[in-house]
């Protein structure tokens, strides 16, 4: 499978996201999660379908604590969308494509 989705991490969190000129979707998940692993190829096939609106990475939250305390992400996967320095969207559990698509449609419409 292709990967469309870049890891980032807290070192590289300010630069990559906040400060991005276009939305950028965080996934945030990590190895021992089940329903992340369900959403991870949904996002991988939105990635390349829609990544030239949206920038699509992810975060172990595991390996990065640091961020999603930040942003009081408790449960994963947690995906945050960021806009401007701001979370503009949080969508918590896996849900199917359809519901994510809608969910971003503001971004990628």
Known sequence: MAD???AVT???FDATVLKSDKPVLVDFWAEWCG???QVSPI???LAGEHGDKVTFTKMNVDENPVTPSTYRVTGI???N???GGEVVKSIVGAKPKAALLKELQEFIG
Request: net charge negative; hydrophobic share 30%; proline share 11%.
């Open 77 to 79: 996967p947690t995906i």
């Open 81 to 83: 969308v960021y806009q």
């Open 4 to 6: 469309n989705i870049s």
């Open 35 to 37: 329903p992340c692993r």
């Open 43 to 45: 996002l991988e096939e």
């Open 10 to 12: 807290d070192a590289e």
